[in-house]
């Protein structure tokens, strides 16, 4: 394995045992008197608050390490209906605010 690929590191730079990263996260939780708040728990919060911010849903994928951009979608259509509201919102704005005025050659007539 490529050693930056490493994404929690043991002080040495070592890669670090998964279950020491969760017992880690577990009482770190607990300390923070949030117990039962998993590490997966924070990845799918990461998540939906990108895709609810209007990150576009690649770029989501490619954080989180999807295969294909339909695992992501799929994963979290709950987070789509108001991404399609969004959507629709921003598409009702382009057809009511006043269209940009044209200036330099094309505005005097010549293409």
Wanted: charge should be positive.
């Amino acid at each position: 394995m490529n050693d930056d690929a490493l994404l929690f590191r043991r002080t040495d730079g070592g890669p670090m045992l998964p279950d020491t990263l969760s017992k880690r996260w577990e009482r770190m939780m607990k300390r923070l008197g949030l117990p039962g708040v998993r590490l997966h728990d924070a990845r799918h919060t990461h998540a939906s608050l990108m895709l609810k911010a209007g990150i576009h849903p690649k770029i989501v994928q490619e954080r989180l390490g999807h295969s294909t951009i339909s695992v992501t979608l799929d994963t979290y259509s709950h987070v789509a209906p108001g991404l399609q509201e969004a959507a629709a919102q921003h598409f009702d704005e382009l057809f009511t605010q006043p269209a940009p005025v044209a200036t330099g050659a094309l505005s005097r007539g010549r293409r």
